[in-house]
């Protein structure tokens, strides 16, 4: 420590270099997450939805 100037900023550059990777880390989580929630969604509709085409064709064919 007795090598380093008085106005050395290393430290609080080295801090701030950790927290922006954090940041980004948490942002890749944050999207990885929305994306995630988002394809499931998409995923439980169409299932949804040939659930009710089924129904609906069982429901034709027996009235027919």
Partial sequence: MADRDW??????????????QATRFGWAAIA???GVLGCALIAT?????????GCLYVVMAINS
Avoid: F, K, L, P
């Fill in 32 to 34: 990885g997450t929305i």
């Fill in 7 to 20: 106005n050395d900023d290393s430290d609080y550059d080295d801090a701030v270099q950790r927290a922006e």
């Fill in 45 to 53: 509709a169409v299932v949804c939805i040939v659930a009710v085409i």
